[in-house]
């Protein structure tokens, strides 16, 4: 049985999908720019996933908390999928700037990098909080591909 879900609008169920597929993907980015993900970044994804609540856009804490209860089938999806990493996400601020105000959309792209900020940063070992020039370049990428750096 499928229920219509109300708390997606104003995305149909497989746009959902994407946007679902945005924040594993980057977490797999960053976490994979030095070469390895590490233990500190998957936890910190985890606790990012369930910690919603510093971020500004309603509709990403949505999606993460959603993101969180099919974590697993998400992962297996982008193990198995030959998914273009980058097209999801480009696909993704095409839906959020399409389908929401433009306020909303700003703050939905804002707060995915921060969300990846995040990621990059509890990787630093006995220097934590600082970002290797590896996940630094992705993250100005990530930045590039959410259209935050465009004047």
Do not use: C
């Amino acid at each position: 049985m499928h229920e219509t879900r109300t708390d997606i609008q104003p995305f149909s169920d497989s746009q959902w999908r994407t946007l679902s597929l945005s924040p594993v993907i980057i977490f797999l980015l960053v976490a994979a720019a030095d070469g390895h993900i590490d233990n500190r970044e998957k936890q910190q994804f985890v606790e990012l996933l369930k910690e919603t609540e510093k971020r500004r856009s309603d509709r990403l804490k949505t999606l993460l908390q959603d993101v969180a209860r099919q974590l697993t089938d998400l992962l297996m999806v982008v193990a198995s999928e030959t998914l273009d990493m980058i097209d999801v996400i480009t696909e993704t601020v095409d839906l959020v700037e399409q389908h929401l105000e433009p306020e909303e959309a700003l703050l939905f792209k804002q707060d995915l990098l921060d969300f990846a900020t995040e990621i990059a940063r509890s990787s630093g070992g006995l220097t934590s909080g600082t970002i290797d020039r590896h996940e630094q370049q992705t993250l100005d990428q990530i930045s590039h591909y959410l259209r935050l750096n465009q004047s």
